[in-house]
Structures are given as C-alpha cells and as structure tokens.
C-alpha cells in the first residue's frame, strides 16, 4: 500500500493519505466460538444479564484467558466498512461511572439526566457496590433506578474512551464488529483487556489492531478521514513503524482512507487530538484557539493545525474549520471546550466556572451557532480540570448493539 505525504516542519501539521483496503485478514487475540455457560460468569453482564460476583481478586491472567477465549473473530471478508462519527445515531454512550461516582458525582448525574432519554446509558463500574451507590445517586437525583445500565469491569479507570473499543459498522444500520489495540498505560493492564471482554459479553466479532495508542487520539468524519496528533508516531518507534506502516494499519483494520496528524499542544501530558479538536459534521471541525499574548506557542500551533485541517477534502467539499477559545491553563490543568459528547441530537459541553464562566457562555454559544438542531447542554467539569481530561475522556459511543438486530 503507498502513502503520500507532504513534508512537516517542526511546527506546521503533518498530513498523510493512503488507500481503503477492503478485505483483509484480521490479526486476533485468539480464536474461539462464544459459548454458553462458559467458566466466566465474573460479572460482564449488561442489564438483566448482569452477574452479582464482584470482580477484584482474581488474577489479572484469569481475565486475559477467559475473555480471549469468549471473542468471536471476525472473519477476514467481514473486514468492511466505516468507523462512524460521533454525531451520528448512537445506539448507547459508555460513562467510566467508576471513578466519577466517588469523585465527580455531579457531573455524572447531569451527564445521564442529559442524555439518557436520547441513548442508552451504559455505566462501567468495578463492583456491586457501586451499582448501589449508582443508583442511590440516581435516585437522590430523582432519576429513574434504570436510566444507566451497568457493566462490571475491574478496571478502575473513568478515562474509558483512552481504552474503548472502535466500531467498524458494515452499513450505517449495522452490523458492527469491535476493533482492540494497544493500550500500554502503566498498571492499566485491566483497561487493555476491556475490549476482548466487551465484545465477547454483548457478542460483537472481533479483530486487534496491531497499534498502539489511545482513544482519545483518534476522530473522525464518518466518511474515511482519520484525525490523530503526531504523537502517534512517537507512540509506536518500539513497533519499528514509520508513518506509511501506521497508515497501512489505519487502512486496513480501521477502513480507514485518510490520515491527517497534527501538532499536539505544547505542555498538555494526554498529547490528545480531542484536548483541541472535535469533529461535529462530515465537513465541519471546530478547533480551539489562544490568544497570543496568553499562550503564543499554542495559538500559533492552533492556526496550524486548523489550517491543515482546512485542506482536507469531504464528500461535501473542503472541511470548514470553526474556532473555539480555549481556556486558560493559568494553573497548569489544560481546560478545554472541545472534549465533547455527542448523543443523538444533545451535545454535553465541559463548563468550569470561576473565572471560565464568561467563556462557558461562548463555548454553549458557539455551537448553538453551528449546530442549531441540536441540543447543547453545559456539564460542569470544573473538578476535572485536574485530571488531564473532560467528557470526551470519559465516555465512548457505541453505534450499534448486537441486540438490535435479533
């Protein structure tokens, strides 16, 4: 497979395309047919198929072998289709309710009273007990007990869409299968292990993307057009990949036909594409901004990588590029208006108060502009700013559920 790319400075964004490749041989954990009545009955239940054994305590090789075992590989001529963008119809929103019931309750609960009447809800949580400290919360809320079904993984990490599967639907209807890959954050061997167990419970086929990254480095248009920072490259030097073997791999288990790589923003550890970028239509990104006197290094890397992004080609025409400020990181937590959830015609948008609270006002604003259809509904992440993340962090979409097609 051939890719051409233009040449990058150090400071201007980087842009590769490659071809689509249809069929191809899935690279698989292990094969296996899904089988019932199987030795994991740990609790990866959703809904009324929910197990009550808490999961913790078993060893981490006990996971590994037992959900390898259930996946269900995805034959090679199956290997087709598109990963779906974000503001598409959404089946179900995954929240990392694990540490977001002990740390940012609030949060949480305006997240499900946002949403949960456009999508299923799925809440991942590491025990029984916090199935029960969910639902009190719900209900001190007064929300339905059933609004957020629950799936119980033991990983204790909220940043679920870092470590979330990706969905290659067959058609805009489905089916779906689930593409894994390499999520080598230090001790988050559970979150690595997620998506086998994931696809193996709801019954999804399933196929390993030999790459290593993190999903919140990773958008898309719905029509081919990948999004990623350079840190992608950096990311996968251990592999021996250079850029055309990433995009061979893009290509072929993600179908997908371009790749645009940007700069990431100088001094935010995640190096995410979603810290400063948010995709809201097939030719529409908005991306952040900074006023040159308040960060100069990033406003210049911001007009960059919109302009590089302004160069991309739709199926409607070149992709528009909307600006969004960003807020300040005057404490040094990046803050940021574009780390959004799109659920079904709502848009939850990170709000942080304080001295952000005008600029709250424009983020809401400007996308009521550009999305007069939809929903906008300010979330407050102000207890987040912290932790290296927002919305987008903490959940992932999911397009399509097996159960929709039986």
């Known amino acids: 497979m051939s890719i051409s790319s233009s040449t990058a400075s150090v400071r ?9 490749i249809g069929k191809t041989a899935a690279l698989l954990l292990l094969s296996g047919l899904l089988f019932g009545g199987a030795a994991f009955v740990v609790g990866l239940l959703v809904g009324t198929r929910q197990a009550a054994t808490p999961l913790r305590g078993k060893p981490l090789s006990f996971y590994k072998r037992n959900s390898e075992e259930r996946v269900v590989p995805t034959p090679a001529q199956n290997l087709k289709g598109v990963v779906p963008a974000e503001f598409e119809h959404q089946a179900a929103v995954m929240i990392g309710a694990n540490e977001m019931l002990a740390y940012h309750p609030r949060s949480f609960v305006q997240m499900v009273a946002a949403v949960y009447k456009k999508t299923k809800v799925m809440g991942l949580i590491e025990s029984e007990e916090q ?8 209900k001190a809320n007064h929300l339905p007990d059933n609004a957020v079904d629950f799936y119980v993984w033991p990983a204790t990490s909220m940043w679920v869409r870092d470590y979330g599967p990706f969905f290659v639907m067959e058609t805009k209807n489905g089916p779906a299968h689930v593409v894994d890959y390499a999520y080598n954050q230090p001790n988050r061997d559970y979150g690595d292990l997620f998506n086998a167990s994931f696809a193996s419970t709801l019954g999804y086929e399933f196929s390993r993307a030999e790459l290593s990254f993190e999903g919140g480095n990773l958008l ?3 029509e081919g057009l990948c999004v990623t920072t350079n840190i992608l490259l950096e990311q996968n030097v251990g592999r021996g990949y250079d850029e055309r073997q990433i995009g061979n791999v893009l290509g072929k288990e993600f179908q ?10 100088e001094g935010e550890p995640t190096h995410h594409v979603d810290m400063f970028c948010t995709i809201c239509a097939p030719n529409l990104a908005v991306v952040g901004s900074y006023k040159p006197d308040e960060d100069p290094t990033n406003a210049a890397i911001l007009d960059d990588d919109a302009a590089a992004l302004a160069k991309d080609t739709t199926k409607e025409g070149p992709m528009r590029v909307a600006r969004i400020p960003m807020p300040s990181h005057r404490d040094g937590n990046f803050r940021t208006y574009t780390n959004v959830v799109y659920a079904n ?8 108060g304080d001295g952000d609270a005008e600029l709250d006002k424009v983020a809401l604003a400007t996308y009521r502009k550009l999305l007069p259809d939809w929903e906008i509904v300010g979330i407050d992440c102000a207890t987040m700013a912290d932790k290296r993340g927002a919305l987008h962090c903490i959940t992932f979409n999911i397009p399509w559920l097996p159960d929709e097609g039986k």
Do not use: M
Not at 131 to 138: G, M, P, W
Not at 345 to 352: A, F, H, I, S
């Open 256 to 265: 997908f036909g371009y790749w645009t790589h940007l700069n990431q923003l």
């Open 345 to 352: 015609g709502t848009l939850l948008v990170p709000q942080y």
């Open 12 to 20: 201007p964004a980087s842009r590769s395309r490659f071809s689509r």
């Open 220 to 222: 898309t248009n719905g």
């Open 131 to 138: 199935r029960t400290a969910a639902v009190n919360l719900l």
